[in-house]
């Protein structure tokens, strides 16, 4: 996601808007820029990198006028770079244009324009909506925008401006857009923070709205140009609550944006019963390796599952740090797969570059546009997860699984089977069941204050969900410090099932499969050696609710969906225990976000 800031009035913009800016830039900041109009001219400085890059070029090429628009990237399409950041104009520089979202039909509105002769010059599906709006713009900026704006397929928050009209067009769909009401002035943002400073009267616009902005006032229409009545909203909270959204820390408002970030993952993907993916993978793929490190092998491991059972390729998985040094036996017949959040972990860029040099096809599952990892693969599939700040990944491993069960699905319908119907209506409800399971932090809370003073957690699954009790034991272990272990629930009596007494809490992902009775049996052997029991489950099975301590409920969904489901109640333990222990949940000690040393 991307930060706008707008702004009209009798004050001079730049300031307001560089630091509107900085209070956005948790929303991602891989590039910025700024536009402002004074005196029918448009003067625009971007700038690669931080925020900071941008004022110091500002330094040395001061611009100044009335009437601005900002933004700060993070990219979506085309990697981070001067020529990629915003804002964008048409071919003649009369308009500048910053947009948030994804524009889904950007290669077809793209080679229109370009039909039209119309010159495109950055990589971004962004700067099409300038040409658009130059395509029909005939005096009335407002409706030039409206009428660009049908075209659009997919997600927007917009700012325009048009260098001989005093006004700011601002629209939105599906990426948040409001308006900041002053004396004589007024602002445009992506999110409160930036423009909290000015006013606490504020008018979210909804989607498929739009708002013809001047310095007296606004005017809100829909897209059939009829005026919308809108709310003044007075908003209590600080500038920092708001940063967080009001989160106490970010991993906690990564963890509840994780139907948002889903949506965004599958968002243009599943379409009327197929999958729309544009990869250039090799005809004929003889076998799958998936590296990673961290919670991004534990996807991995899970992607195992989903691309043999749905692709029906062999598919194995491997620590890149492992794979890049056993002389690995890959070559042109096979699909490396990388997955990582960052896109700069430096195990699995070396595994990748290893996996080249034999002659591997690669793909990458990345959430950083414009990583090096997301420039070295030969195809991608990004996240579009939004910037992930907390170190502990939470909603990126949720869109990593969301992912490569896309690309299962997409390897099995181009090998000419058919895809399940069932399982793509569920993945429709994805979203849904997530913010069921988000129903647990009251329940996660009230656990975690029991087991907070523990020395050590044991996380047990089976199937689909033995990545999952592995993911749950490392959420626990970087941030609250407590030792845990994940374990297949089977292999405990083979020898761990001796660190089992009265004191050691035992995780259970026991939700309703075809393995629950097997599980059943794994928890009574548990519980006869005195273990506490604390279930992750539907309530679909009432041995396991009776052979459990404790109970976080989920909803029921088909297992390919289960480990996002199951995941979450394990992530709000492992926050709220480490909360709970006062410790710095979003920089635990000794990690980074991103391990770019080997
Ligand atoms: C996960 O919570 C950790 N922060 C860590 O294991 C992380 O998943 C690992 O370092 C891989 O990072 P990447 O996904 O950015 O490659």
């Given amino acids: 996601?991307?930060?706008?800031?707008?702004?009209?009035?009798?004050?001079?913009?730049?300031?307001?808007?560089i630091n509107g800016l900085h209070k956005l830039e948790y929303r991602g900041y891989d590039s910025a820029g700024i536009c402002v109009l004074d005196n029918e001219n448009l003067s625009l400085v971007k700038e690669q990198g931080q925020i900071e890059a941008l004022v110091?070029?500002?330094?040395?090429?001061?611009?100044?006028?009335?009437?601005?628009?900002a933004h700060t990237r993070w990219a979506t399409h085309g990697e981070p770079s001067e020529r990629n950041a915003h804002p964008h104009m048409d071919c003649h520089g009369d308009i500048a244009i910053v947009h948030n979202g994804i524009i889904e039909n950007y290669q077809s509105l793209k080679k229109l324009l370009q039909d039209e002769g119309h010159k495109i010059v950055s990589q971004t599906d962004s700067e099409i909506f300038a040409h658009l709006v130059e395509?029909?713009?005939?005096?009335?900026?407002?409706?030039?925008?409206?009428?660009?704006?049908?075209?659009?397929?997919?997600?927007?928050?917009?700012?325009?401006?048009?260098?001989?009209?005093?006004?700011?067009?601002?629209?939105?769909?599906?990426?948040?857009?409001?308006?900041?009401?002053?004396?004589?002035?007024?602002?445009?943002?992506?999110?409160?923070?930036?423009?909290?400073?000015?006013?606490?009267?504020?008018?979210?616009?909804?989607?498929?709205?739009?708002?013809?902005?001047?310095?007296?006032?606004?005017?809100?229409?829909?897209?059939?140009?009829?005026?919308?009545?809108?709310?003044?909203?007075?908003?209590?909270?600080?500038?920092?609550e708001l940063e967080?959204?009001?989160?106490?820390?970010?991993?906690?408002?990564?963890?509840?944006?994780?139907?948002?970030?889903?949506?965004?993952?599958?968002?243009?993907?599943?379409?009327n019963g197929q999958i729309k993916l544009s990869l250039n993978l090799p005809k004929k793929i003889q076998r799958i390796i998936i590296s990673a490190c961290g919670t991004s092998w534990h996807s991995g491991l899970i992607g195992k599952y989903l691309l043999e059972s749905l692709s029906g390729i062999i598919t194995e998985v491997d620590y890149a740090s492992e794979f890049r040094y056993r002389q690995p036996l890959i070559g042109p017949e096979d699909l490396l797969i990388v997955i990582s959040q960052s896109g700069e972990t430096a195990d699995t860029l070396g595994a990748l570059r290893e996996a080249k040099a034999r002659g591997a096809?690669?793909?990458?599952?990345?959430?950083?546009?414009?990583?090096?990892?997301?420039?070295?693969?030969?195809?991608?599939?990004?996240?579009?997860?939004?910037?992930?700040?907390?170190?502990?990944?939470?909603?990126?491993?949720?869109?990593?699984?969301?992912?490569?069960?896309?690309?299962?699905?997409?390897?099995?319908?181009?090998?000419?089977?058919?895809?399940?119907?069932?399982?793509?209506?569920e993945l429709d409800k994805l979203s849904e069941y997530i913010n069921k399971s988000l129903e647990q932090d009251q329940v996660a809370q009230e656990i975690a204050d029991k087991f907070k003073a523990v020395k050590n957690f044991l996380y047990l699954g089976?199937?689909?969900?033995?990545?999952?009790?592995?993911?749950?034991?490392?959420?626990?272990?970087?941030?609250?410090?407590?030792?845990?272990?994940?374990?297949?629930?089977?292999?405990?009596?083979?020898?761990?099932?001796?660190?089992?007494?009265?004191?050691?809490?035992?995780?259970?992902?026991?939700?309703?499969?075809?393995?629950?009775?097997?599980?059943?049996?794994?928890?009574?052997?548990?519980?006869?050696?005195?273990?506490?029991?604390?279930?992750?489950?539907?309530?679909?099975?009432?041995e396991v609710a009776k052979q459990s301590d404790y109970v976080l409920t989920v909803p029921q969904v088909r297992d390919e969906l289960s480990p996002i489901i199951n995941v979450i109640p394990?992530?709000?333990?492992?926050?709220?225990?480490?909360?709970?222990?006062?410790?710095?949940?979003?920089?635990?000690?000794?990690l980074a976000k991103s391990v770019t040393v080997e």
């Fill in 56 to 69: 110091s070029r500002l330094s040395s090429r001061p611009i100044s006028g009335a009437i601005g628009i």
């Fill in 135 to 240: 395509k029909f713009y005939q005096g009335d900026l407002e409706q030039a925008v409206r009428s660009a704006l049908q075209l659009v397929e997919g997600a927007y928050g917009l700012a325009v401006l048009h260098r001989q009209e005093r006004k700011i067009i601002a629209a939105r769909r599906g990426s948040p857009l409001i308006l900041g009401l002053g004396l004589g002035e007024m602002y445009i943002a992506s999110d409160v923070p930036a423009i909290l400073q000015h006013t606490k009267e504020i008018v979210y616009l909804d989607d498929n709205e739009l708002a013809e902005v001047t310095a007296d006032g606004y005017n809100i229409k829909n897209l059939s140009g009829q005026v919308v009545d809108k709310n003044i909203e007075h908003i209590k909270w600080s500038v920092e």
């Fill in 462 to 542: 089976r199937g689909l969900n033995f990545p999952v009790a592995l993911e749950g034991a490392l959420k626990l272990k970087e941030i609250s410090y407590i030792h845990a272990e994940g374990y297949p629930a089977a292999e405990i009596k083979h020898g761990p099932i001796a660190l089992v007494d009265k004191k050691m809490p035992v995780v259970f992902l026991a939700s309703k499969s075809h393995l629950s009775p097997k599980l059943i049996s794994n928890m009574q052997e548990i519980k006869a050696r005195g273990g506490i029991i604390i279930s992750v489950t539907n309530n679909q099975e009432e």
């Fill in 361 to 425: 096809h690669t793909l990458g599952i990345v959430n950083v546009v414009g990583s090096t990892i997301s420039r070295e693969v030969e195809s991608g599939i990004y996240l579009h997860a939004g910037p992930e700040i907390g170190v502990a990944s939470t909603k990126a491993f949720s869109c990593q699984v969301t992912a490569l069960l896309v690309l299962a699905l997409f390897l099995r319908q181009e090998s000419g089977r058919e895809l399940d119907q069932d399982l793509l209506s």
């Fill in 244 to 271: 967080k959204k009001g989160y106490k820390h970010f991993m906690l408002k990564e963890i509840f944006e994780q139907p948002e970030a889903i949506a965004n993952t599958l968002r243009g993907r599943v379409k």
């Fill in 1 to 17: 996601m991307c930060g706008i800031v707008g702004y009209i009035g009798k004050r001079d913009s730049v300031n307001i808007l």
């Fill in 570 to 590: 394990l992530q709000l333990l492992a926050y709220h225990i480490a909360d709970l222990r006062g410790l710095d949940v979003d920089k635990p000690r000794n």
